[in-house]
C-alpha cells in the first residue's frame, strides 16, 4: 500500500488518504448561483476519492478584501449557512472540506483593478503599515492606487475577530477546518512580513496577529481543525532586502505549532503577488485571446496597460521556472522542527513524486492547477502509482482569472487527453458503474 493511501490526522480529524485538492478560485461570488457553483467546482475531487478539499480563499469581511473577482465572501451568517447543501455533498463522499479565510489587504482589488476602483471609490485598503517605497512609486506612475487605512490596535483585534466568526459560522454549516491563507502577498503575510509590517505594537511581530486569530477562532468556533500556509519570501527580487527568510519561515511554523495550529502549509513567495506562486510557462494564449481582451483593459486601465502586465508576466515566467515540489526543501526543515503535520503543495504531479516525498519531507501533499484540467484528479492518481497530472504547467487557465473568468483548463491537448481517459472510465471508482458517477 502507497503512503498516499495512509490516514492521516489532523487536530484530531481523520482524513482517509494524504491527498487533497489545494485552494484554488472557484470565482464563485456571493450570487444566488455561488453555492451551486461551488458545488459543481468543488464536489468532483471529493466524489474520486481526494482526502480533503480547501475551499479557495473566502474573505472574512462583507466588503472590500477580494484580492481577485468572483471571490466569495463569508461574512454573512446566512450564506455561509447555504454552503451546508456543499459540506453535505463533500461528506457523502467520504471526504473532508476545509474553508480557507482570507483578507487581501494592499493585494486587494481596489489597489490594483481599475475599474473595480471607479466602481467603489470609497472602498480603502486595510494596511498594517504605511505602503513600502515601491509601492508608493507604483502608485504615483498610476499602476496601482492607494489610500490605505492602516490599522489601528483595536482595529486589529476587530478583523481577528471576523475571522473567528466566519470560522464559527462555517462549522455550523458542516466545514471540518479553516485554513488561514498566510500566503500570496494577502493580509496575513503582510502582518509576516518586515517588508510590509513596520508597527510599532504589539503586531510589530506578524506572529501575534495569527495567535489572536487562533484565540478568536477556539473561542467560537472549539476545536476545529486549524491550519495556517506560511511564507518564506526567499523568491522575492533582490532589491527587497527586509524580507522572510527561510529560517524566519521554520521559526513561525515552530511558533504556531507551539500556539495550538493543528498544521501548517510551508511555501517560499515573494513580496509581491507574481509567478512565483504559479511557475511554469508564459501564458501567451490566454494573454492573446481575444475573449479576454476587453477584460484585460477594464482590470487593468486600458490596453496599453495590459500589455505593459503582460510584458512584466512574460519576464517573471522567466524567473519562476518550473520545479517539480518546488517547496519540498521548506518543508522538509518544518518538519523536522514542529510536532504537527506539514502540508506540501507547489509542483506535485505524479503519485510517485508522492511517495518520496509523503513521510519524508511532508504528511500530505496537494494539488492545486492540475484539478482545472482534471475535477476528478484524484481516482488516477490512487488507482496507479504510475498516474500524472496531465497539467502543462502553460498557466493559461490562471490570468484570465483577472477578468473574472473561471479557472480551467483551456489548452486543447490537455484537453483532448482527458476526454480520451474518461471515456476509458480513468476517472471512475469502484462504484461509479452504480452510482453513474462521471467526470462532467
Known amino acids: 500500500m502507497s503512503a ?22 472557484e470565482c464563485a461570488g456571493n450570487g444566488p448561483d455561488a453555492v451551486d457553483t461551488l458545488i459543481r467546482e468543488l464536489e ?20 472590500g478584501g477580494c484580492a481577485a473577482p468572483g471571490m466569495t465572501s463569508v461574512a454573512d451568517p446566512e450564506f455561509v449557512a447555504r454552503l451546508a447543501r456543499l459540506t453535505d455533498a463533500i461528506h457523502d463522499h467520504g471526504g473532508r472540506i476545509f474553508v480557507q479565510l482570507e483578507h487581501g489587504g494592499l493585494r486587494s482589488m481596489e489597489t490594483w483593478h481599475a475599474e473595480y476602483r471607479r466602481e467603489h471609490p470609497e472602498l480603502r485598503q486595510l494596511a498594517v503599515s504605511r505602503p513600502p517605497r515601491v509601492l508608493r512609486a507604483l502608485d504615483r506612475l498610476g499602476f496601482l492606487s492607494y489610500d490605505p487605512e492602516v490599522l489601528t490596535t483595536e482595529a486589529v483585534y476587530d478583523l481577528a475577530a471576523d475571522f473567528g466568526r466566519a470560522a464559527a459560522s462555517a462549522v455550523e454549516a458542516g466545514y471540518d477546518g479553516v485554513h488561514i491563507a498566510g500566503a ?56 527587497v532586502r527586509r524580507r522572510l527568510g527561510a529560517d524566519d519561515a521554520v521559526e513561525i511554523c515552530a511558533r504556531l505549532d507551539e500556539i495550538g495550529y493543528d498544521a501548517v502549509v510551508p511555501v517560499t513567495a515573494s513580496t509581491f ?28 486601465g486600458g490596453r496599453w496597460r495590459a500589455a505593459a502586465v503582460a510584458a512584466a508576466n512574460r519576464l517573471e515566467a522567466l524567473a519562476y521556472d518550473f520545479e517539480p515540489g518546488w517547496n519540498a526543501d521548506l518543508a522538509r526543515r518544518v518538519r523536522e522542527r514542529v510536532s504537527i503535520p506539514v502540508l506540501l503543495e507547489g509542483g506535485i504531479r505524479d503519485h510517485e513524486q508522492i511517495d518520496r516525498l509523503v513521510g519524508e ?73 452504480e452510482t453513474g458517477a462521471r467526470e462532467e
Open 44 to 63: 468532483p475531487a471529493a466524489a474520486a476519492g481526494a482526502g480533503l478539499v480547501c475551499q479557495g480563499a473566502t474573505i472574512v469581511r462583507e466588503e
Open 184 to 239: 500570496n502577498m494577502g493580509l496575513v503575510q503582510q502582518f509576516l512580513s518586515p517588508f510590509y509590517n513596520r508597527r510599532d505594537d504589539e503586531f510589530a511581530d506578524g506572529v501575534r496577529f495569527l495567535s489572536v486569530v487562533h484565540d478568536e477562532i477556539r473561542a467560537r468556533a472549539g476545536d476545529v481543525a486549524l491550519m495556517a500556509k506560511v511564507p518564506a519570501e526567499t523568491e522575492a527580487p533582490p532589491f
Open 361 to 433: 519531507a511532508c504528511d500530505a501533499v496537494g494539488m492545486g492547477r492540475p484539478f482545472y484540467a482534471e475535477p476528478r484528479l484524484p481516482a488516477r492518481i490512487l488507482d496507479s502509482e504510475d498516474a500524472g497530472a496531465l497539467c502543462e504547467n502553460c498557466n493559461n487557465c490562471t490570468v484570465p482569472q483577472a477578468t473574472g473568468a473561471r479557472g480551467v483548463c483551456r489548452t486543447p491537448a490537455v484537453l483532448a487527453e482527458r476526454g480520451e481517459l474518461d471515456r476509458a472510465g480513468a476517472y471512475e471508482l469502484p462504484g461509479d458503474a
Open 273 to 300: 503577488w507574481d509567478m512565483s506562486i504559479v511557475r511554469g510557462e508564459f501564458p501567451e494564449r490566454a494573454w492573446r485571446d481575444d475573449r479576454f481582451r476587453s477584460g484585460y483593459a477594464a482590470a487593468f
Open 4 to 25: 498516499l493511501e495512509d490516514p492521516l490526522e489532523i487536530g484530531g480529524l481523520r482524513l482517509p488518504n494524504r491527498l487533497y485538492r489545494a485552494p484554488l478560485l
